[in-house]
Structures are given as structure tokens and as C-alpha cells.
């Protein structure tokens, strides 16, 4: 087990709060949280770079449901196209050979709803990782349930679901 965990822009009173009974999180956001929780640190950050952290640093790393809000203007941050894929680009630098990226975002039809999110197909969060490899995929279907070892392929004909995806960066 990892003695920390990085997470980026993932709910503090879900998967953090479940977290930090195992173990210290450090979270980022563009937002400012004011936390007096043990266990958890903050920093205010744009993600897009990452730059506070050393290229293959980080050896557990999170983002739920985070990256389909990017450029959007919503939080804040500046509208960007490109937001989503430069996060994308920095969680891939700063993950550590042999580390751990665990990473979710809604999965379907592929589109950009107007103030609130993207959707993403499957292939393109595969594409936007070439230098990851996939450990595993589930989803959660436009039903409901959800469905552990998924296949990218039916979930990109989904409306809405959400797409689970566990990465690791080979060891060079």
C-alpha cells in the first residue's frame, strides 16, 4: 500500500473521506477548501500542468469525475478546449513508473453539454494515455448497475454512463 495518495479535484465527503482512513491524501482543486480534517492536505492549484509535482513523483493518484469539467468556465478555470486533455497529459507525467491512477468520468455518446460537462468515449480516455497502460475497466451503465471488466466498445453506445478506468506506467 502506498504510505499517500494524490487526488485531484475527486468529492472530499466520498471517495476522500474513505480514503484517509488509510491513509494521508493530499488533494488538489482550483478551488480553495478549507479542511481541518487529519490526514488531509490541500493545495490550490490549476491541474492542467500539475507543475508542484516532479515528473513519475506520484505513485497513487485520483481523479473522479473531475476532467469533463475542464475549460469549461464553470469552476472557475478559463475556458479551454483543450483543458481536459492537458490534464490528462499531466496526470500522465507525474505518475510514477509502477504507480497507480485511478480515474473516472462520464462515458457514452461523446458530446460537450453546454455548461456542465463533457462525455467522453471510452477510446478517447484510452487515446489520451498512450504512455499508461489499462489494468483494468468497469463501467456503470445507462441502467444503473454497474459492470466490472466492461467493454469500451458497448460503453461508448451509451447515453450516460460512467467509465472506471485503473492505469500503471511501466517501469522504465
Given at each position: 500500500m502506498p504510505e499517500q495518495h494524490i487526488d485531484i479535484g475527486s468529492r472530499i465527503?466520498?471517495?476522500?473521506?474513505?480514503?484517509?482512513?488509510?491513509?494521508?491524501?493530499?488533494?488538489v482543486d482550483i478551488r480553495p477548501i478549507q479542511s481541518t480534517v487529519g490526514g488531509l492536505t490541500f493545495i490550490?492549484?490549476?491541474?492542467?500542468?500539475?507543475?508542484?509535482?516532479?515528473?513519475g513523483s506520484v505513485n497513487s493518484l485520483s481523479s473522479l469525475h473531475v476532467a469533463e469539467h475542464?475549460?469549461?468556465?464553470?469552476y472557475s478555470d478559463p475556458v479551454d478546449p483543450d483543458a481536459c486533455f492537458k490534464f490528462m497529459r499531466a496526470l500522465e507525467r507525474v505518475l510514477a513508473p509502477n504507480g497507480r491512477?485511478?480515474?473516472?468520468?462520464p462515458c457514452g455518446r461523446e458530446r460537450v453539454e453546454f455548461n456542465a460537462h463533457r462525455v467522453f468515449a471510452p477510446q478517447t480516455i484510452l487515446d489520451s494515455f498512450p504512455g499508461l497502460q489499462l489494468v483494468s475497466f468497469s463501467a456503470v451503465g445507462d441502467d444503473g448497475n454497474f459492470y466490472e471488466d466492461a467493454d469500451p466498445v458497448a460503453v461508448a453506445k451509451y447515453e450516460l454512463g460512467c467509465g472506471l478506468f485503473e492505469f500503471t506506467k511501466a517501469n522504465d
Open positions: 465527503d466520498g471517495f476522500i473521506t474513505h480514503l484517509l482512513v488509510f491513509m494521508p491524501v493530499t488533494v490550490q492549484d490549476d491541474a492542467t500542468e500539475l507543475a508542484g509535482f516532479r515528473t475542464f475549460g469549461l468556465g464553470r491512477l485511478y480515474f473516472s468520468v
